[in-house]
Antibody, heavy 121, light 108 residues
Framework: QVQLVQSGAEVKKPGASVSVSCRAS????????IHWVRQAPGQGLEWMGW????????SSAPKFKGRVTMTRDTSISTAFMELSGLRSDDTALYYC??????????????WGQGTMVTVSS | EIVLTQSPGTLSLSPGERAMFSCRTS???????LAWYQQKPGQAPRLLIY???SRATGIPDRFSGSGSGTDFTLTISRLEPEDFAVYYC?????????FGQGTKLEIK
C-alpha cells in the first residue's frame, strides 16, 4: 500500500526541539521529494520546506531557515523533520507530503496522516 | 512571496448546485504549477486538480479547474454530499510554495 506513516503526537516546552518522522512504503522511496507542511489549529496550510530523498539536499522556507532541519535515512525509507526553538505558535499538525511525478504534475499527491505538535509550558 | 487570495471565505450551497471557488495570486503563476486540494475535518488534504485543469487520479469529472496568469477557478458542477469540505489552492512554481487561506463549502 502506497502510504506515508508519521510518528505520534508530541508535547514540548518552549525553547525545546521536536523531531517528526515519516516512513514511506509501497513505492520507490528515493524517486521522489518529500515536503513538510504544517497547519495550526483551525488555520490554513503552510509550506515549510523539501528534501530530496535521493541526494539529501534540502531547502526550507525563509520563515524557518535556521530552525528547521530535514534529513532522511534511505535504509529505513524514512524522512525526518526537526524544528528547534519551539514557540507557542509552532503548535500545529505537521504533515509530510510527497511531491508527485509527471502523472500529477509535481503537485502534492500523497500525504501523511499528520503529527500533532503542542508547545506549552 | 506569492500571496494567494481565495474567495469567498465560506460558500453555502445545496447538493445538486454548482460551486465556484476563486483563487487570485499576487504575481503571475505558470499554469503547470497551480493545484487545488480538498480537506475534510480530521483528514489530510487530498489533491484534486494539478496544472490548473488536470484531475488527479480518482477525482470525479464533476470537478474542473480553469484560469491563467493570476486568476484561477475550481468548479464543482453538481454538488454531492461528500463534497462539503474546505478547498485550498496552491502555487508551487516559485519558492516559497504558498497556499490560499481556504474556502469552506458548507451545506445550506
Amino acid at each position: 500500500q502506497v502510504q506515508l506513516v508519521q510518528s505520534g503526537a508530541e508535547v514540548k516546552k518552549p525553547g525545546a526541539s521536536v523531531s517528526v518522522s515519516c516512513r514511506a512504503s509501497g513505492y520507490g522511496f528515493t524517486d521522489y521529494l518529500i515536503h513538510w507542511v504544517r497547519q495550526a489549529p483551525g488555520q490554513g496550510l503552510e509550506w515549510m520546506g523539501w528534501i530530496s530523498l535521493k541526494s539529501g539536499g534540502a531547502s526550507s522556507a525563509p520563515k524557518f531557515k535556521g530552525r528547521v532541519t530535514m534529513t532522511r535515512d534511505t535504509s529505513i525509507s524514512t524522512a525526518f523533520m526537526e524544528l528547534s526553538g519551539l514557540r507557542s505558535d509552532d503548535t500545529a499538525l505537521y504533515y509530510c507530503v510527497r511531491e508527485g511525478d509527471t502523472s500529477s504534475g509535481g503537485a502534492f499527491d500523497l500525504w501523511g496522516q499528520g503529527t500533532m505538535v503542542t508547545v506549552s509550558s | 512571496e506569492i500571496v494567494l487570495t481565495q474567495s469567498p471565505g465560506t460558500l453555502s450551497l445545496s447538493p445538486g448546485e454548482r460551486a465556484m471557488f476563486s483563487c487570485r495570486t499576487s504575481q503571475s503563476v505558470k499554469s503547470q504549477y497551480l493545484a487545488w486540494y480538498q480537506q475534510k475535518p480530521g483528514q489530510a488534504p487530498r489533491l484534486l486538480i494539478y496544472g490548473v485543469s488536470s484531475r488527479a487520479t480518482g477525482i470525479p469529472d464533476r470537478f474542473s479547474g480553469s484560469g491563467s496568469g493570476t486568476d484561477f477557478t475550481l468548479t464543482i458542477s453538481r454538488l454531492e454530499p461528500e463534497d462539503f469540505a474546505v478547498y485550498y489552492c496552491q502555487q508551487f512554481g516559485t519558492t516559497p510554495w504558498t497556499f490560499g487561506q481556504g474556502t469552506k463549502l458548507e451545506i445550506k
